[in-house]
């Protein structure tokens, strides 16, 4: 089976600007989890879809915000980006217990 | 709240050293919990976890971890470490919403 894949892998945005990653889960794995990974906080969790629904959600602002589609691919968007977006974001997919985590994409703001 | 803590930020090891890294946790119920391994630029691996029976969770890469529930411990451990074996690990538990949480991390430096 494919891993979870991830796109892009890098980005670079300015501040103000909006921006969406996307997630494509290990085939057959309904949840997909979206984390923050910066060097001082660790990995935050940001917010998880099961069967195109919100199951749970982490302690991040509005700008951040998630969707699932039909066949479980997944996307994040975060609006009026700010500086301390830049973060590396883990996607991770999973069917019952452990999570599977793609490469990450590297957001840089500027 | 469930939470798990990771209290050393760095391990340094001589290379075919015993090494252990150092997980706690504090969850309601019975824990799932699990060990990662993050090397430079790249994602999250999975490297074992525990649900239920035996304390001794053997997992990737000759890794192992011991599950103590009176002390609420979920240390990894190898005992013979490898330079390759230098990365970013991450314990972390399933809490009771059914997400999985990680601790801030342990970088293990394994000294040649």
């Known amino acids: 089976k494919a891993g979870v894949t991830q796109t892009p892998r890098y980005l670079i945005k300015t501040r103000g600007q909006q921006v969406t990653l996307s997630c494509s889960p290990i085939?057959?794995?309904?949840?997909v989890s979206w984390y923050q990974q910066t060097p001082g906080q660790g990995l935050q969790f940001l917010f998880e879809?099961?069967?195109?629904?919100?199951?749970n959600k982490g302690n991040f602002p509005g700008r951040f915000s998630g969707r699932q589609f039909s066949n479980s691919r997944s996307e994040m968007n975060v609006s009026t980006l700010e500086l301390g977006d830049s973060a590396l974001y883990l996607c991770?997919?999973?069917?019952?217990?452990?999570?599977?985590f793609g490469q990450g994409t590297r957001l840089t703001v500027v | 709240a469930q939470s798990v803590a990771q209290p050393e930020d760095q391990v340094n090891v001589a290379e075919g050293n015993p090494l252990t890294v150092k997980c706690t946790y504090s969850v309601s119920g019975n824990p799932y919990l699990f060990w990662y391994v993050q090397y430079p630029n790249r994602g999250l691996q999975f490297l074992l976890k525990y649900i239920t029976g035996d304390n001794l969770v053997k997992g990737s890469y000759g890794f192992e971890a011991e599950f103590n529930k009176s002390q609420t411990s979920f240390h990894l451990k190898k005992p013979s470490a490898l330079v390759s074996d230098s990365a970013l690990y991450f314990c972390a538990v399933r809490d009771q919403d059914d997400k999985i949480i990680f601790g801030k991390g342990t970088r293990l430096h394994i000294l040649p």
């Open positions: 991770a997919s999973r069917e019952h217990t452990e999570a599977f």
């Open positions: 085939s057959g794995h309904r949840s």
């Open positions: 879809y099961f069967s195109e629904t919100q199951r």
